[in-house]
Nanobody
Framework: QVQLVESGGGLVQAGGSLRLSCAVS????????IGWFRQAPGKERVFVAS???????TYADSVKDRFTISRDNAKNTLYLQLNSLKPEDTAVYYC?????????????WGRGTQVTVSS
């Protein structure tokens, strides 16, 4: 069982920055892949970024070069740094975890944190 709790969302002007955090609770020795998805109003939930235990990261094309995913294994925390934000980045951002590649399916979801970017 994995529990995920997001924080750090809010309202920001276009061009601004935010940092999202996700506290990860898992059984000792359980290996999961973790990352972020987002869901804009009226749209499907889509992949944003993921990171492996070794630190290798993958990004959606729409956020590459603007968002940075990182993790602090000692604190069991996942981060997403959002820079150069655009109104189209407005969405609920979800932390996600799975034993396999997140893009193949997500086993665990957080409750989400709202990011709103004003123009």
């Amino acid at each position: 069982q994995v529990q995920l709790v997001e924080s750090g969302g809010g309202l920001v002007q276009a061009g601004g920055s935010l940092r999202l955090s996700c506290a990860v609770s898992r059984r000792t020795g359980e290996t999961v892949r973790i990352g972020w998805f987002r869901q804009a109003p009226g749209k499907e939930r889509v992949f944003v970024a993921s990171i492996s235990w070794s630190g290798g990261s993958t990004y959606a094309d729409s956020v590459k070069d603007r968002f940075t995913i990182s993790r602090d294994n000692a604190k069991n925390t996942l981060y997403l740094q959002l820079n150069s934000l655009k109104p189209e980045d407005t969405a609920v951002y979800y932390c996600a975890a799975s034993p396999s590649d997140l893009r193949d399916g997500v086993a665990y979801w957080g409750r989400g944190t709202q990011v709103t970017v004003s123009s």
